[in-house]
């Protein structure tokens, strides 16, 4: 089991900048892939970028390339999400989940067991 508690969500203005951040506990966190997903109402959850076990390999959709980052800190059991330049569209719900069965990071979120409970991001224009 891997618990996941996102942190870090909030309301910003269009061009502003925020860091989620998601804490693991549970099995060995550095085992595992993770990925942040994100969701609005009425819409299936997406894939925003996910990061390998041991942080080499990081994957973007194409809308947060160049303004989001993924990084973790396997001594701290945290994975990040900084993302800068938000606009309006970036508005959801965002998601961290781990993935302990893969060596390389999925963008697809059935292939994710664990997940948080979501964090809510609020871009105002």
């Known amino acids: 089991q891997v618990q996941l508690v996102e942190s870090g969500g909030g309301l910003v203005q269009a061009g502003g900048s925020l860091r989620l951040s998601c804490a693991a506990s549970?099995?060995?966190?550095?085992?595992?892939?993770m990925g942040w997903f994100r969701q609005v109402p009425g819409k299936e959850r997406e894939f925003v970028s996910a990061?390998?076990?041991?942080?080499?390999?990081?994957y973007y959709r194409d809308s947060v390339k160049g303004r989001f980052t993924i990084s973790r800190d396997n001594a701290k059991n945290t994975v990040y999400l900084q993302m800068n330049s938000l606009q309006p569209e970036d508005t959801a719900v965002y998601y961290c989940?781990?993935?302990?069965?893969?060596?390389?990071?999925?963008?697809?979120?059935?292939?994710?067991?664990?997940w948080g409970q979501g964090t809510q991001v609020t871009v105002s224009s």
């Open positions: 990061i390998n076990w041991s942080g080499t390999n990081t």
């Open positions: 549970g099995r060995t966190f550095s085992n595992c892939a």
């Open positions: 989940a781990a993935d302990p069965s893969r060596a390389y990071a999925s963008l697809h979120p059935g292939n994710y067991d664990y």
